[in-house]
């Protein structure tokens, strides 16, 4: 059975950084991963998006752009998500997601068929 588990996160004052981890097991293959986040009583939203193969390449939210760098490796079935200048309202469980669709749509929370149990991040003020 697949499984993915984030790691890496914690509590950091505003402007701090967190490098968050991914580790997928039982994936044989993939076209992409992700990471979205969920703050309570909110959508799931996406955050950042890795794709491996032709046309492939990193996508961000608008409001991480630039703070934000997603990075990993097909091979290893590993995506990390280094994080600087935190924000208070970025407090959220923080998910990673993979999918195996032929073309998956980066930013789509239905793109991706896998997801993992969450890590939380916690900016404070």
């Known amino acids: 059975q697949v499984q993915l588990v984030e790691s890496g996160g914690g509590l950091v004052q505003a402007g701090g950084s967190l490098r968050l981890s991914c580790a997928a097991s039982?994936?044989?293959?993939?076209?992409?991963m992700g990471w979205f986040r969920q703050a309570p009583g909110k959508e799931r939203e996406f955050v950042a998006g890795?794709?491996?193969?032709?046309?492939?390449?990193?996508y961000y939210a608008d409001s991480v752009k630039g703070r934000f760098t997603i990075s990993g490796d097909n091979a290893k079935k590993m995506v990390y998500l280094q994080m600087n200048s935190l924000k208070p309202e970025e407090t959220a469980a923080y998910y990673c997601?993979?999918?195996?669709?032929?073309?998956?749509?980066?930013?789509?929370?239905?793109?991706?068929?896998?997801w993992g149990q969450g890590t939380q991040v916690t900016v404070s003020s």
């Open positions: 997601a993979a999918s195996n669709l032929w073309n998956p749509r980066p930013v789509a929370l239905a793109s991706y068929n896998y």
């Open positions: 039982g994936l044989t293959f993939s076209t992409g």
């Open positions: 890795i794709t491996w193969s032709g046309g492939g390449g990193t």
